[in-house]
């Protein structure tokens, strides 16, 4: 996993060939597929291991905090870190096509869509608390934060969001991320 993931970090999934994995762990290519059958094979480890790895990172370093849109602007925070630490990882997790729902079991759908059951977890206990505007939906309202979130990292990681860029030249990258976050989350409150 460590080589795989260095190899893709380094030259994305294109670059992420068995052969490749092979060669750095100093093995044949026939011994990587006495353990692996293929290079989908190894994708949806490293899935899998990304998503428990978003989760402590992210969810588990919130849950312990005692307002639900105090936790929700960290977590969200965290979530931008997160995908801004491990850009590969983040994009391998959540923008590659190559997740085959029917094959996984029922316990890595959970992980898998954990972020976004996570969102509706807390959304719903805001909304238990009476502490959100009338008539948000946590379903939807989930969504739409990740959505948000999603976008936003897939922007900045894809160097749209930059202070180079002529459409989005944001110099203070940290600033506009607080400011960002506070602007989706308020929509929960107004």
Not at 22 to 28: C, E, I, P, T, W
Not at 102 to 111: A, F, G, I, Q, T
Not at 139 to 151: D, F, P, Q, T
Request: proline share 3%; glycine share 6%; net charge negative.
């Amino acid at each position: 996993m460590d080589a795989s993931i260095a190899i893709g970090s380094e030259l994305g999934e294109d670059g992420l060939t068995m052969r490749g994995i092979a060669g750095r762990l100093g093995v044949s290519a026939t011994a990587l597929y006495q353990h692996f059958e293929s290079k989908a094979a190894i994708l949806r480890e490293i899935r899998m291991y990304c998503s428990t790895l978003m989760h402590a990172e992210v969810f588990d370093t919130c849950s312990a905090i005692e307002g639900p849109r105090e936790r929700i602007e960290m977590m969200s925070h965290k979530y931008i870190v997160f995908a801004r630490t491990h850009p590969w990882l983040y994009s391998v997790l959540t923008e590659t096509r190559g997740v085959e729902w029917s094959d996984l079991s029922k316990e890595e759908v959970e992980r898998v869509v954990r972020p976004l059951t996570t969102f509706r977890t807390w959304i719903k206990e805001g909304v238990d608390k009476n502490i959100w505007r009338e008539g948000v939906e946590p379903e939807m309202e989930s969504i739409r934060l990740w959505a948000a979130l999603h976008g936003l990292c897939s922007m900045m990681n894809s160097g749209r969001i930059d202070e180079n860029h002529p459409a989005f030249p944001i110099v203070d990258q940290q600033d506009f991320i607080v400011r960002f976050v506070r602007s989706v989350v308020s929509t929960l409150v107004y």
